[in-house]
């Protein structure tokens, strides 16, 4: 502390009287452009050095991103395909025995609709096909189609293709094709272990894995995915595409390369990375060009350290000539705004770092004033806001208050009836006029909607008979408020259940395994078949959206994203039923996806 106040005074002593421009020459050269000359020598050198020490680790890992590029597009195309190759509904379509033509072209229209944008879903697949050999269905030539004596790829046709890849022991085959495409094959297997068919993706090499393969390492290397029967099916050099890996330079100590940093194999770099599926990625570096590289990037950041010292010289001498003149002038003009004038500023002509702050001094007095207005603004829209916050929390406890002084009066005139009708009124808004919740018990939920069928019931006395089937395990998990009480309030709003002469409501609540699976059904006049599917699709119907259950879809889809189901089904003049499954909350379900 004592020697750091001594340095200070000594300064102090030699540049108080020195003006600006010579105290920012002497610290310019004391710190800047000596120590810069200096450091840049000593830097070189030890740069260099470092060079050579860390050429390994750079390489591996630029290596280690290499494969872990390779590993995530191939996982993506073999989850692709084992996707498709494992859905459940076109396995059973492959091996259905059918009857006529209808139930193909249903089969046809089912394969299209589901998998004709599978080509869409990653780049560089050409073709996309899904081969059967079901007699009873029908080829489309789209997606669907039958092994035949069409060429397949040069040398062979579909047939040897399809007899090849159902004998093959994987499931999931990369092949290449002329070097420049790439062939991914999946089995169909049946649930008894029998092949249904075969997926079949042509790939696009170049979008594939071309950016990846262009001038590996800057140009010094070589880069190959060697797959596990020991076939180079991708390389940077095109020439070694198809080859075997004996026949090339990388079996040269190939066990050694894969389990070390790397071999040195005739003045070259010998790296092996394994990747899944038992694939291997190959990286044959040639050294020599590296080094070279290293040296003419040192030579060229010393020559550029040079030219920024001689530039920044003849620049720091031009801008000394008006800078203390101007920092004394935006000094005064901040001064002003400190006082609250905020509509000075400062002429500005010249367009270094000093101008690029007198501009954005005359931007900021320029704004000040309208940032002070914008806040006065704020304040008011804050106090506003509080207001209606303040009224949001008075409409409820209006309406309790309200009908809690009418419940007062049904007790006065011994009341019954009107006294279940406010009991069920008071029980049914509490949960709905609740702000501050957005989930609950599911017990709390089927109180909401006894309440709203004991209304219901009190305006339609005797005309419908409730049917409730609830699993008692279930009753302290969670669900989303408001789930079910829009579905039974459809009963009677657009199912018109108190026309029917024997009208029913079943609400169940079952538990199955971790899903909670829910079902309103009602007897009533059902919904047309053209409205039916304009509902499932979340289309627009009539002056609603599908039945006020457009709602519930997308508060299941923030809570539970794609872990939750929604279906209706119905038959027009007899029934609908509504089944909704949710994962079984022990806790409160949080909101995971915005909308």
């Not at 020490?53 to 750079?58: A, M, Q, S």
């Not at 000075?344 to 770092?353: C, F, H, P």
């Not at 989303?480 to 024997?502: A, F, M, S, W």
């Not at 059904?521 to 039945?547: A, C, H, T």
Request: some cysteine.
């Amino acid at each position: 502390m004592q020697l750091r106040r001594s340095l200070e005074r000594i300064v102090i002593k030699y540049t108080q009287k020195m003006n600006l421009r010579r105290k920012i020459l002497i610290l310019y050269g004391a710190i800047i452009f000596v120590p810069t000359i200096f450091l840049g020598i000593v830097a070189g050198y030890l740069a260099l050095e470092s060079f050579r020490d860390n050429y390994l680790v750079t390489i591996n890992e630029a290596m280690r991103q290499t494969v872990q590029n390779i590993q995530f597009r191939k996982q993506s195309y073999d989850v692709l395909a084992t996707r498709t190759a494992t859905d459940g509904e076109l396995i059973s379509r492959l091996s259905r025995n059918y009857s006529d033509m209808f139930e193909q072209l249903n089969t046809v229209e089912y394969v299209d609709r589901s998998f004709v944008y599978t080509s869409k879903y990653l780049p560089g697949i050409d073709d996309f096909r899904i081969y059967h050999t079901n007699p009873m269905l029908v080829q489309d030539g789209r997606l669907l189609w039958k092994p035949e004596g069409r060429i397949l790829q040069p040398d062979l046709n579909e047939t040897d293709w399809y007899t090849q890849t159902s004998k093959a022991s994987s499931s999931l085959i990369w092949s290449n094709v002329n070097k420049d495409k790439l062939v991914i094959s999946h089995k169909v297997m049946s649930s008894t272990g029998n092949l249904q068919g075969i997926i079949y993706m042509l790939l696009d090499y170049k979008s594939v894995f071309g950016n990846l393969f262009d001038q590996p390492f800057s140009g010094s290397g070589e880069l190959s995915i060697i797959d596990d029967s020991g076939t180079i099916i991708v390389s940077s050099d095109p020439e070694k595409i198809g080859l075997k890996r004996q026949s090339t330079m990388l079996n040269h100590q190939w066990e050694e390369a894969g389990s070390s940093d790397g071999i040195m194999v005739d003045g070259n770099l010998l790296i092996v990375r394994s990747i899944d599926s038992n694939w291997h990625v190959a990286a044959l570096i040639q050294m020599d060009q590296l080094e070279r590289q290293s040296k003419t990037i040192l030579y060229g950041i010393i020559a550029v350290i040079f030219l920024f010292l001689l530039c920044s010289i003849f620049l720091i001498m031009t801008v000394l000539k008006n800078v203390v003149w101007r920092i004394h002038k935006l000094g005064t003009r901040m001064y002003d705004v400190s006082q609250g004038q905020f509509d000075v500023s400062i002429r500005n002509t010249a367009k270094d770092e000093l101008g690029d702050l007198e501009i954005l001094f005359n931007s900021m007095s320029g704004r000040l004033g309208m940032l002070v207005e914008d806040i006065t603004q704020a304040k008011l829209k804050e106090r506003e806001q509080s207001f209606k916050a303040l009224q949001a929390q008075i409409n409820p406890h209006f309406i309790y208050n309200s009908l809690s002084l009418l419940r007062w009066r049904a007790l006065d005139l011994q009341d019954d009836t009107q006294l279940r009708t406010i009991d069920a009124l008071t029980a049914f808004y509490r949960l709905a006029l609740d702000n501050k919740i957005n989930v609950i018990q599911i017990k709390g939920e089927l109180e909401h909607v006894r309440a709203y069928l004991d209304i219901q019931e009190m305006r339609y006395p005797g005309r419908v008979s409730i049917e409730w089937h609830i699993d008692p395990e279930l009753l302290d998990l969670y669900t989303i408020k408001l789930l079910l009480q829009p579905i039974v309030e459809n009963c009677y709003l657009h199912g018109n259940i108190t026309g029917r002469k024997d009208g029913v409501i079943r609400i169940s609540a079952q538990l199955e395994q971790d899903h909670i699976r829910f079902e309103v059904f009602d007897n009533g006049i059902g919904i047309p078949s053209e409205m039916l599917e304009q509902i499932r699709l979340g289309k627009q119907v009539g002056n609603g959206n599908g039945y006020g259950t457009a709602n519930i879809r997308e508060r299941l889809q923030l809570y539970f994203e794609n872990k939750h189901e929604f279906a209706i089904d119905s038959k027009e003049n007899e029934w609908t039923a509504v089944t909704i499954r949710i994962p079984a909350s022990v806790h409160r379900p949080q909101i995971r996806k915005v909308m």
